[in-house]
């Protein structure tokens, strides 16, 4: 069974080698009346990826947002960042200051319902930073809680975090290099939620196909 890591909330957990998370409840009060706003004027849409040589939709709503030059690359496909809107850039500066890291992207993944999902993965791509050691993530949950669950690449102890109700969690120092994460399927009736994933991009490019 998952270790479950509600205890740990509002002081930083130490993951070992270097990584650490936060989980800060409650970050976001407002968080219905704040999804309902990103839910009216961001662009989600479902993406057609590739993985293992086949393509399909991402099992959830997704939009890309960042500074100029802050492209996402992942399942062979490169997008080019969506402007900040308004409450983005809001949640963007309070985590800045909860966390200190300059954070200049975001992905909004929205699961409409149990059926969406993230599979298994860790944000250990090269251009984010600050730097190779230090790769920081911000979470914002708003909704529904869904289950996230956090396991050792080298195998060991999941840990399980309830995320959802305007929660945010912060995860850096080596944590991406050590840790895979996910959000999993549930046959569970479960409200919509949407996830905003903070990032540092330190390569920036000059342009970005979308």
Known sequence: MPKRCAQFRGRSLDLGHGGWAQLIAGFVSDHERVMATLLASLPLRQEPITMFGKTHLTPR??????????AYRYSGRTFAPQPWTPALAALRERLRDASGYAFNCVLANYYRDGGDAMGAHADDEPELGPAPDDIGIGSISLGA??????RPKAGGETLEFGLGEGDALLMGGTTQAHYKHWVPRTKKPVGPRMNLTFRVITRLSSGAEA
């Open 145 to 150: 809680r869904r289950r996230f669950l956090l």
């Open 61 to 70: 709503l997704t939009s890309w947002h960042g500074d100029p030059g802050c």
